[in-house]
């Protein structure tokens, strides 16, 4: 190993992703207790009580499911779950992992139809009124909230006011949104909310959160094609919370503390407090990185997510260079783009731990550097850093 | 909640089971270690050096696999994986984890066949030599190494060299049996191992890890059937220990740091002090039970796993009762049977940090002490304790 | 290093000692919290949080003392914060311990008494009467609650009573017993009680924990003899609780949030209900030894300790052999006596997690076992532990 | 509790002081593991392997001392054993922490003399020089490292060198310098260092470091002052490594923990390459602390210490309502001024895990934008940060 290699290969000093986060210092505590039996009475007590916090924590009246991996998990359950193979299936696409979400409806569905816009732009809810009112067989749409490689929200709450009204069954990957900014579930409609303690609330990967409507329970039961006896099943976890029922599998017991630790950190700290912070925090950075001549990615601003900001890389920047640079340099990691967005954009975090208006500063800092040295002109950082100031003190 | 709910509800003072086990205590301190980005190249780099590690616990020059979730998805996926809609699969079903995992191949095989023997003994070598000289055409055979329901081991090696001199290929569920007892998978003939950490290796649920050889790295890539792009996909994960590669999808950070404190606690303290210490804590504990007059589930001490001791249920014992009992007495958590073996046996596990041999009397104590109780006639545990620590001092 | 070497310095699977006690788990968690500045304003209100739950632990209306080292740093400090040049003091004796305290008390005295009894056996109130009574002069009288190294318990409350009558200063070194056993400081006539949090309250060993009566303060305030600008100062702690004061050095602040998990623990699970359980364990002990034909130290079984049992060691049998070989076969450490008890008892410690009565089957099996080898007849484990579990089923 | 005191009392996002510190990740994480019995003979081993590793951190020959309390005890303890009641001392001050030694020396020796300069300067080695010619009788040197109220550092070396020429002990305070600047034990004649592992090593404060030359332990011994049987006792500690020794006292086993888990982090990373971060973020400091137009507290920068940067207060400005505000408005904890430096200056500590460069930006963004506000005219936060970087860059 040479001395680069080492030094790109040390340990980062702030890590300002957009997932995996750190974890709150509450969650890297609480992951270390005891495991015990699944089926000890006191863990299963011990679990309904976590999915109860976890209801209180979405919102919801419904306890919601847990399954055991990473949101992808969650995700490709919702797909294969809800997707019987005579459906009309509706994806919207405005970014990588919105137009990703297809590869999992298409082949399993009947009819498949999308909706795609620019990846630094977001889904029109008059687009999908348009659309639906087209198709009235559509039985099924599914939306990323907030497509993390392009850092773009969308009106999850218009469309799903829509696809209510057309009677469709409402898909929302919100796993790097939720609990970073409101999720509703019941006025934006949505009948099966994927999410993740590794995003916003401060969690390490491992688990995917899922709400289910009543309606998504029907559905599902009824699809022959729903999985069962899977790690792919949502249906086997149904009444698993319950202290009286077992587990399909093993639970994550050591995840199932660090999630509690982390809803319980989020409600007492209040979540409009916490949507706030990373608000602010969002608002900050945006306003350092235009201070010192960067381009944000997205096309609006009003459209740029509270819980990262895409900066535009600027023609003949790297974006492996630029980020070896700013890590071994100032010891932050940031993310890269990813498919149709690498080496286009960067990402800076602000999710759970990280979403405090101050972490901006180091961004900036780490930021406007290396990228200054890449261009062979200076950035001003200064510029940058009092822009983001401003907005604190504000 | 009334009182009889609350004592059941308190916590375990030990948890005596056949997994999750708790965890050794240089595990649960590295779970709370600092969550970093997947793809920074520090984790990255870490990450190839654990599967490196993992190799040498696993005795293996190829790499292993770690999928994200606990080893049912490892097992799940092997199913998914090896299986082509034409092949024709053999089961080996000694109890009902072996049983059930032609629930798996089933449905997904060509032709399926079973050999089946009573749940309280093994699969005998010779039978699946003579069975696979009347069906040449069998392509995998399938077997449990511990059947953890029943307690008791397989012949995995003498099975492996017939499954070999037949050209098929050999998938071994040893969940529950790796790292508490010796498996070569070379000289055993595996094609495809399945295990995870959270038995004898005293790590938590949430990981699977798989061995592949080169044939079934083969067979994967050349059936149309095998999951890609799917959390049950194991192609998907062949290079990715590469630190190099990225990831499919986020990997468990925290559960790969506990993974590594596992393997290093299991490497440091040698793997034959491991399993010599796993032998005698089972020897012990059987010496107890029948010193105090109850009768071991397996139908020959010599098939008895080492690292669970599975006992009979007397006549008119219920197991819930009898479990409920020794822990709100005397704090002692172990595992009912499973399905066809509830209420048929207990089982005490002997697994990573309670493989040692004085565990053996605090469960003899409790499951004495209950079952006297039950059975309204007191048992002898001064005797079964003497047993035990005779074998101890022996 | 030989094998043997080796053997005794593995780590123990069980350390069944009078202190340090292994740890709640979560006072463990609890240790790895961020540290704070002193001087941070949360840092200083969640001390003075603590220090009033600590009050509530102790069942004082007065907030206690915490000071920053060991008890052993509260014993050295009571005394000589509360013996003037001028004073006749009274010590009480009946161990190693209490009498170890006599060399604090006498060079600082004026007039140095003590009334000594047999280490085991207990001081007669009756005789402190008479000796008060005889002289009238004694400003202060000190005992040791507990005397570990003889594992017998002193009338605190009745000798409180005597004291107070004759006016004198009262105090009490309940370093191991506190929360294993009920003190009530107001009834016992306490002035100075000087505990920890390393014993029965299962946390690491690091501070003291001091209740100090107005007369006491008094008494210091007005000694010029009582250190202050040191680390042996109460009175410089006297009111660093409130929030609004600085401290006159830095807290140990992980050691505080240890304490703080410890005292939640106890508080949680109920005063009484803990004092039971430590009762329990020792009474199951007690039978068990008496039941394989060893011989408890204490003189009567009435003063034997609720927190340690002290078992005599039999003609022949050297304690580091003994205990030698209960940690090398069986992974049991247990206590050695001190001083004059040294090589004459060895204690098990019932103390905070270790305090429950299902412990005393490891103590039973692993001292039954080296002791019978040691003596060359083996002793009757099966006898002990079947004693023991008669006491459990009661 | 109202808004603002709720404010003031949250939970610090960074914590930027002189001491406590927060701990590396590492060090937490060792915090928790379980604790074992101090005479276990494996414990034994353990602590001696920690003091050994601790000599070689300390680059001295000589295992050093680890007394049980923060460094406070170390330098009373040093005091106390090292002044014979008719003995010359000399002490040296620049700063309170200097002088607030000499209380400790001054009520002990026969003949108390103190050098005393300005505490924004240091002492200057040619007037020790002349001061022990002209008394030769001076046994005793006593000077602290870095005056962390003042942010300066003496120059021990030089000074050491004299001292030795005359013939006297030379003790240092190197608490708030050692691991983050290099201390050549022997090259700077030090015969007793006293330090601590709650500053630049990254660890919780709760233990005392000490190095005792052969000269020094000679001295202690001979004094019939220097405490003994007593917390403040050095030489009851003199063996107390060897595993062969028992403990004067329990030491605080989890803290062991921690000071290993810091040490290992600092030769690992190793000595050289810490120092020079340390370094180098004291020079971005004030780098950007001048840019904005604060100025400096010390008298030269190239007496500013590289573990802490002193900022003078402008006039008007409140210390409490500047560190309050920087606290709520920014969630940036420092540094206070002590006794005469209260309400002069504060700080900013560069001590282990936040010695590293681009901490400073926390600093300067939080201290410029809080002071800025107070003194009613904004300061030029973007010029500090730039300058910051600049030094990062170079």
């Given amino acids: ?46 679990y309904e009580k976590v999915m109860k916090k976890l209801a209180v924590a979405l919102g919801t009246t419904d306890v919601p ?4 991996g990473e949101p992808v998990l969650g995700l490709e359950a919702a ?31 009947g009819v498949f139809h999308e909706i795609r816009v620019a990846y630094n732009d977001v889904v029109d809810p008059v687009a999908v009124d348009e659309f639906l009112t087209n198709h009235p067989e559509v039985g099924l749409v599914a939306v990323c909230h907030h497509d993390t490689p392009s850092g773009t929200i969308n009106p999850i709450r218009e ?6 009204k057309h009677g469709a069954l409402y898909v929302v990957d919100s796993v790097s949104a939720w609990a970073g900014v409101e999720v509703d579930v019941e006025a934006c409609c949505i009948d099966l909310l994927v999410t993740g303690p590794n995003k916003c609330l401060g969690c390490p990967p491992a688990l995917s959160i899922l709400t289910v409507s009543e309606r998504a329970w029907a559905k599902m039961a009824a699809n022959p094609a729903a999985p069962r006896a899977s790690i792919l099943s949502i249906l086997d976890w149904k009444d698993a919370w319950r202290a009286t029922e077992g587990f399909p599998f093993t639970p994550s ?15 007492s700290e209040g979540p409009a407090n916490v949507w706030a912070r990373h608000a602010k ?25 509270p819980t990262c900001t895409t900066i535009k890389l600027p023609d003949g920047v ?21 498919a149709e967005t690498f080496n286009k954009l960067v990402r800076v975090g602000h999710m759970g731990p990280t979403a405090f208006p101050l972490y901006t500063v180091l961004a900036l800092t780490a930021l406007g550097g290396a990228m200054g040295e890449l261009l062979g002109k200076p950035l001003d950082i200064g510029a940058a850093v009092a822009a983001a100031e401003a907005v604190m003190r504000g």
Avoid: H
Wanted: glycine share 8%.
């Fill in 159 to 164: 469309i799903g006011e829509v696809v209510r």
């Fill in 79 to 109: 797909a294969y779950s809800l997707v019987a193979p005579q459906d009309t299936v509706l994806n919207l696409a405005s970014g990588v992992y919105g137009a990703g979400y297809g590869e999992w409806l298409k082949p399993r569905a």
């Fill in 253 to 267: 017991v050591s995840e199932i503390y660090g999630l509690e630790a982390g809803i319980d950190r989020y409600l």
């Fill in 1 to 46: 190993m040479n001395d680069k290699t080492a030094a790109v290969n040390a340990p980062a000093l702030f890590t300002l992703t957009t997932g995996p986060v750190n974890c709150y210092p509450e969650v890297l505590s609480a992951l270390g207790k005891p495991v015990f039996y699944d089926y000890d009475p006191s863990f299963m007590a011990y």
């Fill in 281 to 305: 925090t969002a608002e900050a950075m945006r306003a350092g990185v235009k201070a010192m001549g960067l381009e944000l990615w997205a096309a609006r601003e009003e459209i740029a997510s």
């Fill in 318 to 338: 790297d974006e492996t260079e630029l980020r070896n640079l700013m890590k071994v340099r100032y010891g932050v990691v940031i993310s890269s783009g990813r």
């Fill in 65 to 68: 499911i847990v399954l055991q």
